[in-house]
Nanobody, 124 residues
Framework: QVQLVESGGGLVQAGGSLRLSCAASGRTFSRYAMAWFRQAPGKEREFVTAISWTGSRTNYADSVKGRFTISRDNAKNTVYLQMNSLKPEDTAVYYC?????????????????WGQGTQVTVSS
């Protein structure tokens, strides 16, 4: 069982930056691919980015390439999402998710564990 807790959301102006964190419980964090998804009001949840359990592979949605960076610190059981050059369309609830032995796939059905989400609001 893995419990995930996101933090770092908030209100930021367009062009600004935020760093989200997702802290995982347990001693097997290094076995999990970690991902970030987001859900904007009135829209379906969508893939943002993922990092494989080895850390060697990352995957990004086209809409965030070049602006967002995912990273992980296995010593701290934490995955991060650095978001730069934020746009109003990035406004959403951001969720982290875990997939054991995963390879950073984009399909949310592959992810067994989910956090509760953190709100990111980008004002224009």
């Amino acid at each position: 069982q893995v419990q995930l807790v996101e933090s770092g959301g908030g209100l930021v102006q367009a062009g600004g930056s935020l760093r989200l964190s997702c802290a995982a419980s347990g001693r097997t964090f290094s076995r999990y691919a970690m991902a970030w998804f987001r859900q904007a009001p009135g829209k379906e949840r969508e893939f943002v980015t993922a990092i494989s359990w080895t850390g060697s592979r990352t995957n990004y949605a086209d809409s965030v390439k070049g602006r967002f960076t995912i990273s992980r610190d296995n010593a701290k059981n934490t995955v991060y999402l650095q978001m730069n050059s934020l746009k109003p369309e990035d406004t959403a609830v951001y969720y982290c998710a875990a997939d054991i032995w995963g390879t950073a796939v984009i399909g949310e059905v592959e992810y067994e564990y989910w956090g509760q989400g953190t709100q990111v609001t980008v004002s224009s």
